[in-house]
């Protein structure tokens, strides 16, 4: 039982076809289907609060009071956040609705009130912040908290 050469080629084409069409199905479904973590797991890469800063090597500013939509009393509002490892100095800053500044002071302390002469008027929304400037030219904040003004 001679084969002739084309009878050969074409068996041989079918060997070899059969493994790279394997290889190349399971390429394509590696790529179509990579399986999600379960949810426990995808959610414990997203972290807040101490453990954000030290995975970034940047710590994070806590901001203590006003709560985010807290409604105050004029004469009453102070704001306070944690200190930041290394902080060299604080800059607070508070706009009003329409994002014009309105106040903005360096301290050292991790404590501030509104100076009387920053008048805050009833009913209206302010946004407050702190940046914490550190050394080796890095720094950490609080992000934007908003409180409203009440009687």
């Keep these: 039982m001679t084969q002739t050469l084309r009878e050969r080629q074409d068996q041989k084409r079918r060997t ?6 394997v290889a190349a199905a399971a390429a394509i479904l590696l790529f179509v289907y990579v399986p999600s973590p379960p949810q426990d797991q ?10 954000a800063g030290e995975q970034t090597g940047v710590p994070e500013l806590v901001a203590l009071t006003p709560a985010s939509g807290a409604a105050l009393r004029a004469d009453s509002v ?5 200190a930041a490892p290394d902080g060299v100095v604080y800059r607070i800053t508070l706009a009003d609705e329409s994002g014009e500044i309105v106040w903005t002071e360096e301290i050292s302390d991790t404590t501030a009130r509104v100076p009387p002469e920053v008048p805050l008027e009833l009913g209206r929304s302010y946004f407050w912040f702190v940046d914490a400037l550190l050394r080796g030219a890095r720094s950490a904040t609080t992000g934007v908290r908003e409180f409203r003004v009440q009687e």
């Design 78 to 82: 102070e704001f306070v956040w944690r």
């Design 42 to 51: 995808a959610t414990s890469v997203l972290r807040t609060g101490d453990e």
């Design 16 to 21: 070899v076809g059969i493994p790279t069409a």
